[in-house]
T-cell receptor, first 115, second 114 residues
Framework: AQTVTQSQPEMSVQEAETVTLSCTYD???????LFWYKQPPSRQMILVIR??????QNATENRFSVNFQKAAKSFSLKISDSQLGDAAMYFC????????????FGKGTKLTVNP | GAVVSQHPSWVICKSGTSVKIECRSL??????MFWYRQFPKQSLMLMAT?????????EQGVEKDKFLINHASLTLSTLTVTSAHPEDSSFYIC??????????FGQGTRLTVV
């Protein structure tokens, strides 16, 4: 079974600074998807960024980018120019390839942004 | 993006009663829906996977007789918590996928059993 590990229960960053959230996973599959989801206090899950395992290029979405190291099974999220609205729980998630596969979530990292 | 609507957002019920939570995909047909449970300050725990027209697949340790899941159409899945007890109080979230990598989430339902 696949597992996702987030080793940082909490992180903090100063506004406008950069922070990196760590995620490692374990799988025997070669094709899969990796995600970072944000859960603000409203508890609505919001997709931040997605990476397909077959793609060597790291995904980017505006201020958010990932460092995907397939051999090391590592998938970290970098948030640049942090904003107060970035404060939330961040969950790393894994999904097998296929449109009806479940997501396996890590335990989450609580990000605090200090003004 | 696709919209998943979950209702109600919060519900309070008396111990021993049943409560139904609805999850609707508003602008797409969801072949598969997922039900998660989230305790305070914890991650999402998958309870079951629901496919339209077939029985739900429950994760190990989830009581299928207590958490009844019905996926009667491609746009609606329901979770019924039967004979609810205070320990069933939690945040329940549904999610839907339509043959795409991305999963779309409902707003969640906060259930409090008193």
């Amino acid at each position: 079974a696949q597992t996702v590990t987030q080793s940082q229960p909490e992180m903090s960053v100063q506004e406008a600074e950069t922070v990196t959230l760590s995620c490692t996973y374990d799988t025997s599959e070669s094709d899969y998807y990796l995600f970072w989801y944000k859960q603000p206090p409203s508890r609505q899950m919001i997709l931040v960024i997605r990476q397909e395992a077959y793609k060597q290029q790291n995904a980017t979405e505006n201020r958010f980018s990932v460092n995907f190291q397939k051999a090391a099974k590592s998938f970290s999220l970098k948030i640049s120019d942090s904003q107060l609205g970035d404060a939330a729980m961040y969950f790393c998630a894994y999904s097998s390839q296929g449109g009806s596969e479940k997501l396996v979530f890590g335990k989450g990292t609580k990000l605090t942004v200090n003004p | 993006g696709a919209v998943v609507s979950q209702h109600p957002s919060w519900v309070i019920c008396k111990s021993g009663t049943s409560v139904k939570i609805e999850c609707r995909s508003l602008d797409f047909q969801a072949t598969t829906m997922f039900w998660y449970r989230q305790f305070p300050k914890q991650s999402l725990m998958l309870m079951a996977t629901s496919n339209e027209g077939s029985k739900a697949t429950y994760e190990q340790g989830v009581e299928k007789d207590k958490f009844l899941i019905n996926h009667a159409s491609l746009t609606l899945s329901t979770l019924t918590v039967t004979s609810a007890h205070p320990e069933d109080s939690s945040f329940y979230i549904c999610s839907a996928r339509i043959y795409s990598p991305e999963a779309f989430f409902g707003q969640g339902t906060r259930l409090t059993v008193v």
